[in-house]
């Protein structure tokens, strides 16, 4: 590797330990964070960011929805900026690395370039949008869609488990909701946006490589299903005579791993919530997930028609009433091809070995490819797990993602 201007890697892995201290899901670290977006947690990781970034020089702005943006000022104020970053919400028990590297990662990129005193034309601008997960209320993406201009008025009125609602969540942050629009950015404004993330998955492993370069993102989708039978007495109610929806529910979900298998997509549940949920009760009502991915928009089409016939086909068998709702629908995404030939460059510049790869999980990136031009830079994932508090990226492949990224960001900025 040749560097002539190298990240301080000792800095960015403290930051990393620091985030990761925020919202521990107990005092047993080994479960894991849980920083779900606009909770107190989250806000405490918000507030020190923010700390962060005025730190390291940025001058700091919170958008009404909460995207956080740290700027370091180029010489020409009217040129497009260049933005990078990622997102520090977390799922329930999730791990230190899923998006606090691509956030953390571009303040050290950008630290770097301020105290080697490079002289950049236009502004870069550190993001760390709000809600990517979208654990909390069932939908994510919910601060790069508003910067995009293409969020739903509708999400303020989601609830979270406690019956909280999005409009609540963002007040009690101290934002308004009703200003969102004011978070959208003219497309002009923005030159590119570049995201580093973990991979979350073990291709970068299998090749014994620390970054890769991404060319698709896998759209997902989310439908929420009730399945609504009858709540009958399990002692007095002989078995043809019950509509029991987590009878039903068994069928479609061994149904959703067939079609998954089938084309060769990826199919999930992973949120149940039975009712009325008694022992000795017939479980009348039954609401789950389904998340459905694939790189191929059409086939992914077909697993969700699939999908769709499968309820269809064992409620009626078994005399369910079936509800579907779409929750999320997002386009899978190319990444900019001339960002991912910048890319190349600079870890041939820089004699990294690096290779183009596809990205199975969803990131803000995916709304910000219909935005501006679009790349990401993948870090190598130990056992390729995350979502868990196991995930884990060593320091070594952190500070070569970072490198790669300030030297992007450099050429970009130029
Ligand atoms: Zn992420």
């Not at 009878?247 to 990826?266: H, N, R, S």
Request: glycine content about 8%; proline content about 3%; hydrophobic content about 40%.
């Amino acid at each position: 590797m040749i560097i002539t201007c190298p990240i301080n890697k000792q800095r960015l892995w403290n930051t990393l330990m620091e985030l990761g201290n925020i919202g521990l899901t107990s005092s047993n670290k080994a479960e894991g964070l849980t920083r779900l977006s606009l909770s107190k947690e989250d806000l405490a990781a918000r507030s020190y960011l923010i700390k962060l970034m005025e730190e390291a020089g940025l001058e700091v702005r919170v958008d009404p929805i909460g995207n956080i943006f740290g700027k370091l000022n180029g010489s020409k104020k009217t040129a497009p900026v260049v933005l990078s970053g990622s997102h520090i919400d977390t799922v329930h028990q999730g791990g230190m690395f899923d998006g606090a590297l691509g956030v953390l990662g571009a303040i050290e990129a950008v630290r770097t370039i301020k105290e080697a005193g490079i002289n950049l034309t236009h502004t870069i601008e550190v993001v760390s949008f709000t809600d990517e997960e979208g654990t909390r209320f069932g939908t994510g993406y919910i601060g790069s869609k508003a910067m995009a201009g293409v969020l739903e008025e509708k999400i303020f009125t989601l609830e979270d488990d406690d019956g909280i609602t999005y409009r609540e969540a963002i007040l009690n942050a101290g934002l308004d909701p009703l200003s969102y629009k004011e978070a959208t950015r003219k497309k002009e404004e923005v030159k590119a946006y570049i995201e580093m993330h973990i991979e979350q998955g073990k291709v970068l492993e299998e090749h014994n490589m620390s970054v890769g370069i991404v060319t698709d993102i896998q759209g997902p989708i989310w439908l929420e299903v009730t399945l609504i039978g009858n709540p009958d007495h399990a002692g007095a109610t002989p078995m043809h005579m019950r509509k029991d929806a987590a009878l039903a529910m068994a069928e479609v979900l061994l149904e959703i791993e067939t079609i998954a298998t089938t084309y060769k997509g990826v199919g999930t549940v992973g949120k149940i919530k039975v009712e009325p949920g008694g022992v000795n009760i017939i479980p009348g009502k039954v609401s789950f997930s389904v998340d459905l991915r694939h790189v191929n928009k059409e086939l992914r089409t077909e697993m969700v028609n699939k999908v769709f016939e499968s309820l269809d086909r064992v409620s009626n068998r078994r005399r369910i009433h079936a509800h579907i709702d779409v929750k999320k629908d997002v386009d899978p995404a190319s990444c900019s091809k001339e960002i991912v030939q910048l890319l190349e460059e600079v870890c041939s510049e820089l004699s990294i070995p690096t290779k183009k790869i596809q990205c199975g999980a969803g990131h803000d990136s995916l709304i910000m490819a219909n935005y501006t031009k679009m790349g990401m830079i993948f870090v190598r994932s130990k056992d390729g797990i995350s979502h868990n508090p196991k995930e884990w990226t060593d320091l070594e492949d952190c500070a070569v993602g970072t490198q790669v990224l300030f030297e992007t960001l450099v050429k970009l900025a130029k």
